[in-house]
């Protein structure tokens, strides 16, 4: 069971080694983090880009490039096409974007021919320690589905349940989450909360606990589910997975645990064949690093 | 302007004294708050409640009943009948929660005859200070209006705008939340978000500057606000309000901060005649002796 990212990252040293592929890697922070995941042993890299801005950056940050594969492609877009497909083919294990806007990123990995579909929704999971906590949490969706329908929620809990088990939990708690931690038909969220769990009871969602509408103390702190009542539930204070009611309660948390309380943290987009990597330009190189450590444990499930 | 709970506990310092009426006060956990709250010169109380149960609440806790003044009701909703009338005739300052289902103690703090009622809409603030940081943020709402329309969310504003005028700060910054800093029709929040901005550029929201809507970290992180692009913006990291989208990703944020994260807070019900204390059982003595303090401060600046 991963206990946090230092266990997280020596459960990377017992899978085969990784490799990434890079789209657009004329990426300073990019490659900065892609350098500590080599020497750290997490994953190679094939850089896909223009390699005469690769080479000063390279150069500047003391990379030698010779320990990379690259493959000079100026045009990001087609230097996207070229790095997913190679994800594809199964030339490499993830897929990481680089200095190439979200957008054009997303395309990549969504195009018919040498993308990533699988024809699941695709959802972002973050995975969070908290200090003074030996265990991984998975919160999602914080960044990529706005209003998620109830047939979307399934999806979310599906995708992030098999990050779960990649990263060696068995049976995850998933906690369905809202203000309050009984039904309210005022409050939708609660009610499809509800319906969740009735569908992981009746065998629709499997390979995990679902307990819903839960409070977020509730789901967290066991002293605090006891304190309030934990009768009848599943879930007492001890959940794995987060799920949001939607992308504002999900992105506010997220930054308020990143900004406010500095906690270590990764991130992977999901439901694809492979694992993408998309973090942001403002994430630190331990955030690119655990994020490519989580990539290389799931692409080691994947491929089992 | 406060710069953190040591300020404004300093600032209760220069404040008349002030007095607590409590509702049903056989509470331990509140007995032990109020305790502090007038050894530390931040206001005495009343206690209104069952006598022969506080007394031997008061005697485990080595608390000598004989610095209060005690009014003896068995009953509790006349309990807090009686304790609520006492703010509204002026003889107590700020109105306190104890061993009363919330329910029944909204109802005295809404009763039409000795109650708290203002016309304005109920709303809850949560002060918050975060470690390294030394200001104070309100955060509102996170517990009391579960889908705040428009007009809510104006009166939500000028509601906690109130409470950072008595914490000192003469024209805050308000940051309507939202998972992304663009208007986009999609997103209903985002359109509310700059409808509110709008409303304070027309005058119609005053004593504050309003900008939204705003992802967290552009609200509160000069760097990532710098860093993603401030121009134009009225808000750059330096919100003092942050305005929630719904009572989800309120209060979910809220418990992420006080549960994960152990911040220092306090938090008060607004919109009345006279501030409302009403914290949790689970909160801490601390939050509840923060929670007086800011009560004393914010009724101070309403007897002015």
Redesign the interface.
Known sequence: MSKGFDDLLSKVASCSRKKVSVAVAQDGPVLEAIEVARTRGIADAILVGDLKKIQPIAEELKIDLSNYEVIDIEDPVEAARKAVSLVHDGTADMYMKGLINTKDFLKSVLDKEVGLRTGKPLSHVCVFE?EGQQKLYFLSDV?FI??PTLEDKKAIIENTVEIVHACGIDCPKVAP????EVVNP??P?TVEADELTKMCERGEITGCIVDGPL???LA??PE?AK??GAEGRKIVGDADVLL??????????Y???????K?KNGNILTGTKAPVILTS??DSTEVKVNSLALGAVVAEAMNK
Chains 1, 2 share one sequence.
């Open positions: 908290f960044a706005p209003y989450l809202a203000a309050v005022k409050m969220v409070s977020l103390d967290i702190d605090a304190h309030k949001f009611p939607d992308i504002h309660a999900g992105n506010i948390t930054k308020a645990l990143t900004h406010l309380c906690c330009r403002s």
